[in-house]
């Protein structure tokens, strides 16, 4: 609702109530149409302020409406009353402005702004655009390259940088309505024709048409097969080309076409799934979200590689003390200036003072002894992390939290070797640790809800999605991943390249392929972990038995490549070539084709001609099979958990909602059928042979993915 109230004699004040954002439900429109109506009608009002309750002006639209009948007062119509009003109206921005909301002050006639406030069309990121005018009115304000910017990314701008773009007309450290009621005292009895956004005449430049090409040629790009982001240009080019009324018709149409389509689909529900996940009943029937987490003041992290130090910056970025073990002089120096570095960047992008003096440093273990938390961050080698593991429930004070940082080893195993096992769970991050939004929480049946729910909670404070999943080899994530990786393998055995493969799933919408992303991230990483497998053996690559392994279909590339020293970037060389060692520039390598045709004479393999679809769907297919394995065996919550694991670790499409939703969208039949084919075709590989989950949803109508945790919940009480 909006509840209106008279402030020093001529100043009406208009305040939005829904909270916590003060989303514009239809209540709140009503709220605001009928609040406007009564102050324009009462000669006593000269001016006008809409603020938000609670110290937030608006959120944008109540999404919670876009799944069902929209009823009440329609934006458009409410904004062009506010704007057309005979009074001045003005904005009091506190907290956040966001789409809708900032259509809202759009359609005021001045804007005042807190300077802690911040403004966007995040509209995009949900597969929609700023449809209540919002393409037509920003470009008149702030002309075209920075309303392109704004409107085809989705960023907020702080209050600083809206008044220098001229998006607000004044920011303000004090109590914003008092500074917008006061600046309404001050243009009172003035006209606001002036100040109609929508008669603004759109900044023309000579070079529109090159302009527009440049900007949709670089949105194309970084869409990556997202068409909302494509179809803000559209609108915005509608406001340089056609009169305000003929561009309002065009954003509506244009908004017409997104809001009905998948993608919007997949996004809003990626929206809703990330705010959803991980709740999910441990092993014990406990559970994790209704305990009280425990308090975390002080961490420690052991082992400063790679993942250590990104760690050790989330943590001290939360505000936490953070001591940080190293036994090797020449790996703690290094990563105290690298770790030093990242604090000063990440400061410096946030504006606040790098937080240096929260890391502590030692060479010593011991150290830890009184720590609320410990995040073992060593190399993937249990037998070490079992030592470390003995070593802290030795040190550590009690109910200290231990957690491995393991990407897929067994935590069970290792709370075994300690006297409290309840207090082990695994925190899965992913590099650069400080930079990726996903944590894998992982617990085992003797973790405690208690121990679970506190490692949520960090992993919250820490800005992470923090994910719930029970213990199995390689989790939820790189459990998936392998059957994903090995059908790119099996392609390149019977007639694909390197490229073909990345090209297909790059085109999908992922960042980066199979193989380029392999030679990103090191051939030996995933070398040494089959080692550890028992899967390269000396010897067998070079005779038939090379491609069976353990009873089952294996393929020898990646490790014969390793053997030739080919272990991507870092070594110039890997699935591609590049000009120099740690060049990013993937160049296709004719030795790649030569090898592939040379291992295939060698077998007895035939290459055949491979299309886009078969790539595409033995990929994805494999690995969604094993994301119904996975929901099968209680390992994930749902499907939305595991569909934010891979939009938000693993570089899936977010347009695409994530692979469960994916499958549901493509036809749980459909997936079944091409499944059953491929296996049909490759009967060793257990990965295509459909999941008996997959085979009972198909049987019970494929119910929308809402419905499969009653199909997943009864057949866990059949088992």
Known sequence: ???????????????????????????????????????????????????????????????????????????????????TANKPVIAAIEGIALGGGLELALGCHYRIAHSKARLGFPEVTLGLLPAAGGTQRLPRLIGFPAALNLITTGRHVTAAEALQLGIVDQVTDHNTVDAAVKFAQSVEGQSPDARRLSTYPCPRPSDLDALFEEVMLKVRQSARGAIAPVTCVQAVRAAATLPYAQGMEREKELMATLFTSGQARALQYCFFAQRAVGRWSMPSG????????????????????????????????????????????????????????????????????????????????????SVDLVIEAVFEDMALKEEIFRQ?????????????????????????????????????????????????????????????????????????????VGNCRGFVGNRMLKPYVEQAFFLLEEGATPELVDRVLEEFGFAM????????????????????????????????????????????????????????????????????????????????????????????????????????????????????RILEEGIAAGPEDIDVIYVFGYGWPKHRGGPMFYAGMAGLEKVLEKLEH????????PHLQPCSLLRKLVASGSPPIHKWKEVIRKLHSQL
């Open 392 to 468: 802290l429930s030795a040190i550590c004070k009690p109910g200290t939290l231990l957690c491995t940082n393991t990407s897929g080893l067994d935590v069970d195993h290792l709370a075994s070797q300690i006297h409290n096992p309840e207090l082990v769970v695994g925190m899965h991050f992913f590099a650069p640790a400080h930079v990726m939004k996903l944590l894998e929480v992982v617990y085992g049946p003797r973790s405690s809800p208690r121990a679970v729910a506190t490692a949520m909670e960090l992993g919250k404070k820490m800005g992470k999605v923090s994910v719930a």
């Open 286 to 369: 406990a559970r994790w979200d209704t305990s009280k987490p425990k308090p975390v003041h002080k961490a420690a992290v052991i082992g400063l590689g790679t993942m250590g130090r990104g760690i050790a910056v989330a943590l001290a970025q939360t505000g936490l003390s953070v001591v940080a073990v190293e036994t090797q002089e020449k790996q703690m120096m290094e990563a105290k200036q690298v770790v030093s570095g990242m604090l000063e960047r990440g400061a410096k992008r946030r504006g606040v003072t790098p937080a240096l003096d929260r890391i502590t440093y030692s060479r010593n273990i011991q150290a830890v002894a």
């Open 513 to 628: 392929g199979v193989f380029r992303m392999s030679d990103l991230s090191g051939l030996d990483v995933g070398w040494r972990v089959r080692k550890g497998d028992g899967l390269v053996e000396p010897g067998l690559v070079k005779g038939q038995s090379a491609r069976i392994r353990q009873g089952r279909r294996y393929s020898p590339l990646g490790d014969l490549l390793c053997e030739q020293g080919r272990f991507g970037q870092k070594t110039g060389r890997g699935w591609y070539q590049y000009d120099k060692p740690g060049s990013q520039v993937a160049r296709s390598d004719p030795w790649m084709h030569s090898f592939l045709e040379g291992f295939r004479a060698q077998h007895g393999l035939v290459a055949r001609r491979i299309d886009h679809q078969e790539v595409l769907e033995r990929c994805l297919y494999a690995l969604i099979n094993e994301g119904f």
């Open 1 to 83: 609702m909006a509840q209106f109230s008279r402030v020093s004699r001529s100043v009406g004040l208009i305040t939005l109530q829904n909270p916590p954002v003060n989303a514009l439900s239809a209540a709140v429109r009503q709220g605001i149409v009928d609040t406007v109506q009564r102050a324009l009608s009462d000669p006593k009002v000269k001016t006008l302020v809409i603020c938000g309750q609670n110290g937030v002006f608006c959120g944008g639209a109540d999404i919670k409406e876009f799944r069902t009948e929209m009823s009440g007062p329609p934006l458009v119509p409410m904004i062009h009353a506010i704007e």
């Open 678 to 685: 491929y296996h049909q075709a490759h009967p060793d590989v």
